[in-house]
C-alpha cells in the first residue's frame, strides 16, 4: 500500500528549527526523485525542496541557505531539516514524488510565531 507519513512539525519561535521526516511506503525509493512541498493558509501547495535519488538537491529562493533536505534510501525516509525559521514558513509540510504524484499524505504541522 502506497503511504506518505511526514512527522517532526511543531509550533517554534522564529529564528528556531525543526527537523521533518517522511517515511515513504513506495516502491523503488531509491529511484525515485522526491520533494518536500508546503501549503500555507489560503495558499496552493508549492515545492520547497527537491532530492534526487542520489541525492542532489534544489530549494526555493525563498528557503535557500535555511532548508536543507536529505534521504536514506536504506530507510525509505526522507528529511528536510530546517534552520531560521521565520514566520512565514507557518504551513503544513508535505513529502511526495516530484513527478506522478502519489495521494498526499497527512502532512506536518509547522507553526512559526514570531
Known amino acids: 500500500q502506497v503511504q506518505l507519513v511526514e512527522s517532526g512539525g511543531g509550533l517554534v519561535q522564529a529564528g528556531g528549527s525543526l527537523r521533518l521526516s517522511c517515511v515513504a511506503s513506495?516502491?523503488?525509493?531509491?529511484?525515485?526523485?522526491m520533494a518536500w512541498f508546503r501549503q500555507a493558509p489560503g495558499k496552493q501547495r508549492e515545492p520547497v525542496a527537491t532530492i534526487t535519488d542520489i541525492g542532489n538537491t534544489i530549494y526555493a529562493d525563498s528557503v535557500k541557505g535555511r532548508f536543507t533536505s536529505s534521504r536514506d534510501n536504506a530507510k525509505s525516509t526522507m528529511y528536510l531539516q530546517i534552520n531560521s525559521l521565520k514566520v512565514e514558513d507557518t504551513a503544513v509540510y508535505y513529502c511526495n514524488k516530484l513527478a506522478s504524484r502519489l495521494p498526499w499524505g497527512p502532512g506536518t504541522q509547522v507553526t512559526v510565531s514570531s
Open positions: 513506495i516502491d523503488r525509493f531509491s529511484t525515485i526523485t
